[in-house]
């Protein structure tokens, strides 16, 4: 069930002083009135996403534009607070702001603390040519050889 707009105002005065990724461009965005916010009642094992997000830094290591590197930065430093969290739940805030951009905020549901931030652009919202540009396809193995 997503969070009223007065549960996300607590995330802010709650984070005000907590130090993350992204959290200064994140904040400016909604104290103008750009980004919007979203989270769920549920949590989910910081166990379980530590897995899924270890994966998903490894398929990162395939892409070289700047937006995959920063991503795969991103993911790792969620990784790291995750491992060390591993018995632990997490629950997530998403914040989305125009014109194509979202944040994954990763909170320790038992602790209130910050695991991290993921920033990235969204697919459904990104003209198709920034998007080319945001995942230029690798070079094959074999590129240079041919």
């Excluded at 009135?33 to 270890?54: D, F, K, M, P």
């Excluded at 937006?67 to 790291?80: G, M, T, V």
């Excluded at 994954?104 to 919202?125: P, Q, S």
């Amino acid at each position: 069930m997503p969070q009223t707009h007065t549960n996300c105002e607590e995330f802010v005065a709650r984070h005000s002083r907590s130090e993350f990724r992204h959290k200064d461009q994140l904040f400016s965005s909604l104290a103008s009135g750009a980004a919007t916010c979203e989270t769920n009642l549920s949590v989910v094992s910081c166990e379980q996403l530590l897995n899924i997000y270890r994966r998903r830094a490894d398929h990162l290591r395939t892409y070289d534009t700047p937006h995959a590197q920063q991503l795969r930065e991103d993911i790792l430093s969620l990784c790291n607070a995750l491992a060390a969290a591993t018995d632990e739940h997490c629950r997530l805030w998403n914040f989305s702001s125009a014109p194509n951009s979202d944040y994954a905020i990763f909170e320790g549901a038992e602790t209130g603390r910050i695991l991290g931030c993921v920033f990235a652009k969204d697919k459904r919202l990104t003209p198709p040519n920034e998007w080319d540009n945001l995942w230029r396809e690798p070079k094959p193995a074999n590129y240079d050889a041919a």
